[in-house]
C-alpha cells in the first residue's frame, strides 16, 4: 500500500495562471533565470507593461547580454520602457513596505 503523502503528491494539480500577463512573467524568469528575490518585479513588469514590449525586453536580453546576469539588464530596458507613473507608483510601494 503507498504512502498517503505519495498519493496527495501524484494528485497535486498545478493551476494555470489567472491572467496573460502572468504567464509570460513566468517564461520571462525561466528563460532569463531571474533569482528568486526579483520575482515580484518581473511581474509588475508584466502587469504594467505591453506582452509586445516585455517579450521585446527579453528578446534584446537574450540576444545582447551573453554572459552575466541577464536579469539585470532586462530590467534595465524594461525600465525605458515603463511609464513613469508606474515607476512612481513602484518606487511609493517600495518606501511603504520598508518602513
Known amino acids: 500500500m503507498e504512502n498517503i503523502a505519495d498519493l496527495l503528491k501524484k494528485r497535486q494539480i498545478k ?3 489567472a491572467y496573460p ?7 520571462v ?4 533565470s ?4 526579483k520575482r515580484g518585479a518581473v511581474f509588475m513588469v508584466c ?7 516585455v517579450e521585446r525586453a527579453m528578446n ?3 540576444e545582447l547580454c551573453q554572459n552575466g546576469a541577464a536579469w539585470k539588464y532586462f530590467f534595465k530596458i524594461a525600465d525605458q520602457y515603463l511609464p513613469k507613473a508606474a515607476v512612481t507608483k513602484i518606487v511609493k510601494n517600495n518606501k511603504t513596505k520598508a518602513k
Do not use: G, M, S
Open 34 to 37: 531571474i533569482p528568486t528575490f
Open 21 to 27: 500577463w502572468q504567464d509570460l512573467a513566468l517564461r
Open 29 to 32: 524568469i525561466q528563460q532569463l
Open 15 to 17: 493551476k494555470a495562471p
Open 60 to 62: 534584446d536580453t537574450k
Open 47 to 53: 502587469k504594467n507593461l505591453t506582452p509586445n514590449l
